[in-house]
């Protein structure tokens, strides 16, 4: 099995619209959670959102494609771009065949979708967009980015709710260490803050209704946690065989060395007892890493600021981490940024990758009243410096889907 490297990261979230500006805001303990503009918000009980802000699609792509695209896929051009600068990679035709493409969503274009809708209600059915269907499909972001880059090799989009760019950046690197390509770009994006997304959440009590407090609301791990933060953002990931990078003289961030992916089997929306699957999830990521728990240096979780999820995943903690589970690093980065659903994978994956590179923890901010059953260390409120050769990032999402991911500091 080949050994695949990280060599290029793209961002955009609630906090910024690239890596740099992302990762200051994230060290620094802000938040990225403010009154909702799409749209008018008087008629919801939920009035804010981590809404990506004043992100301009034409550096990336021009009038007419930016037309074409829908507001997620936009967000996964430009991350995939800005991953492909940092990397340096050039796709050309000869080694086009060999660079694939593996970008997911947990809705894809919702924003079309209710643009469309309201078009067929108000105007009639010859009025709908021929460009519609791929502007709405989950599978169009990997499409358009295969079509602006030239990569012509492996193609796929993955849907496994919040659990899903953690699946494409595990997939891309199955696919690398299977001798199925030289280099991925894999990640996530999504951009659902509109009036159906949030009534639905909402409704089904999943959602923070503290409006007099926006930048409060995300609370992982706190006692009065009630509802996590829709956000909206993308992630990509250039990942590489490491003789390809290294012939081509990459500077790479990092190593990815282990994923693992699994399923409750329990419910639709909560978490099995215990965390039951996302202790497997754990273990064989570490299993494939060939590493011990106690080998971890800082562990972005999941962290959804509901109050199964927060509780759950301590628990799944607790029991694959043993008594190190006290002494290992762990934050919710969606505390900052909210919940970017099918991206927060690829997000979180970029944020750990930060981490390693940075030897900064970002913080769990609004950790002010401790839930006593979530008594880890969740680096409340401030970011630490820490050194940290190992990194992992968890995911959960709706249909039971776990997903872990371990990062490592490159070493020849």
């Not at 109050?307 to 690093?329: H, M, S």
Request: with cysteine; charged share 20%; net charge negative.
């Amino acid at each position: 099995m080949s050994r695949v490297v990280v060599t290029g990261l793209g961002l955009v979230t609630s906090l910024g619209n690239d890596l740099n500006t992302n990762w200051e805001a994230l060290t620094a303990g802000k938040s990225g959670i403010s009154e909702i503009t799409a749209y008018d918000t008087s008629r919801f009980r939920v009035h804010f959102a981590g809404e990506v802000k004043d992100f301009d699609p034409l550096p990336y792509m021009d009038r007419k494609q930016v037309r074409r695209a829908d507001p997620y896929e936009q967000l996964a051009i430009a991350t995939a771009k800005q991953a492909l600068v940092q990397a340096g990679l050039q796709i050309t035709p000869e080694n086009a065949d060999d660079i694939g493409v593996y970008i997911g969503s947990g809705i894809g274009g919702l924003i079309t979708f209710h643009d469309q809708f309201q078009v067929l209600l108000e105007k009639g059915p010859d009025r709908i967009s021929p460009f519609f269907i791929s502007m709405m499909i989950i599978d169009g972001a990997p499409g358009l980015v295969a079509i602006m880059t030239g990569a012509k090799g492996p193609n796929w989009a993955a849907v496994s709710a919040c659990a899903t760019s953690g699946n494409t950046i595990g997939e891309a690197w199955e696919t690398i260490r299977r001798g199925d390509a030289k280099a991925m770009i894999a990640g996530g994006a999504e951009k659902a803050v509109t009036p159906i997304a949030m009534a639905a959440f909402d409704n089904m009590h999943a959602l923070s209704r503290r409006n007099d407090d926006p930048q409060g609301a995300s609370r992982p791990f706190d006692a009065t946690r009630d509802g996590f933060v829709m956000g909206e953002g993308a992630g990509m990931l250039i990942l590489e065989d490491l003789d390809f990078a290294k012939a081509r003289g990459a500077n790479i961030l990092a190593e990815m060395v282990g994923y693992a992916s699994t399923d409750d089997a329990h419910h639709e929306t909560e978490p099995a007892p215990g965390g039951e699957g996302l202790v497997r999830s754990m273990r064989r990521a570490l299993q494939k890493a060939n590493l011990r728990p106690d080998e971890m240096d800082y562990l972005n979780a999941h962290g959804t600021s509901t109050p199964p999820n927060d509780r759950t995943e301590t628990q799944a903690i607790k029991t694959v981490f043993g008594e190190y589970a006290y002494k290992l690093p762990i934050s919710s980065t969606k505390s900052m940024t909210g919940h970017t659903l099918g991206a927060a994978g690829a997000v979180e994956s970029v944020i750990s990758i930060m981490s390693i590179l940075t030897g900064i923890i970002p913080p769990t901010i609004n950790l002010h009243n401790p839930d006593p059953e979530c008594d880890l260390d969740y680096v409340p409120n401030e970011a630490r410096h820490a050194t940290v050769n190992i990194a992992m990032s968890n995911v959960m999402g709706f249909g039971g889907h776990n997903t872990s991911i371990i990062f490592k500091r490159y070493e020849e």
